[in-house]
C-alpha cells in the first residue's frame, strides 16, 4: 500500500515538474519579455484615455480599445507570414503526383488526395490542402499576378486519377495528419487524359 502511495505522489510530482517546465517557466519569460510593451501601452493609455484633469475618456478608450484589436489581429496574421514563409523556404516541392478528386471540407478550406505513382494504396497515399492566408496570396501575386483563390485551385484537380505537376509546401509524416496538418497546394497543373 505505501509502494502505490509512493508511486502515485512520484507520478504527481512528475507531472507538476513537466507542466512547470514545459508550460509555467516559458509563460513566465515571455510575461517579462513584454514588459516594455505593457510599461508603454499603459503609459499610451493614461495619455490617451485621460484628459488633463483626469477625467476619463470614453470615446477615446473605445477607439484604442478598437485599434489594439486590429493590431493584435495584423500582428497573428503577419506572425503567420513569417512562419508560413520559412515553412515554404525549408518544404517547398515541385513534383509530378497523381491526384484523384478534391473536397470542400469547410469554407475556403479544400482536400485534395493522391498518391505519388499510379499504384496507389494506403501507405503511401498523398493528402493536401488548399487554403486561403496571406502567404499563399503573396505567392500567387508574385507567380500569377492575381490572389489566390482556393477553389480555383481545386477546380483544377479532375475527378479520377490525373498525372499533376503540383507545386507545395509542408511535411507529409503521418503523424502530423492526427493535429490535422498537411502539406499546402499552390499550384496545380493536370494533364487530360488524350495528353
Partial sequence: MIEKLKYIITCIYTIIKFIEKCLI?????FWSFCTPVRNWYNTLWKKYCYDKYGDFLWKHSFYMILITIVNIYVFICFLGFIL???????TKKIETVYLSDSVELEDDLWG??????????????LYFRIKNTWFNNLWNIIHHKQIFFPDGIAAGIPTGQ??????????????????????????????????
Fill in 25 to 29: 517557466i516559458p509563460i513566465k519569460k
Fill in 84 to 90: 508560413d514563409l520559412g515553412y515554404y523556404l525549408c
Fill in 112 to 125: 485534395a488526395k493522391g498518391c505519388p505513382t499510379k499504384n496507389c494504396n494506403s501507405s503511401n497515399a
Fill in 162 to 195: 490525373t498525372e499533376c505537376k503540383v507545386v507545395s509546401y509542408g511535411l507529409r509524416y503521418r503523424i502530423i495528419m492526427i493535429f490535422n496538418y498537411y502539406p499546402q497546394i499552390l499550384e496545380v497543373n493536370c494533364k487530360s487524359e488524350e495528353g
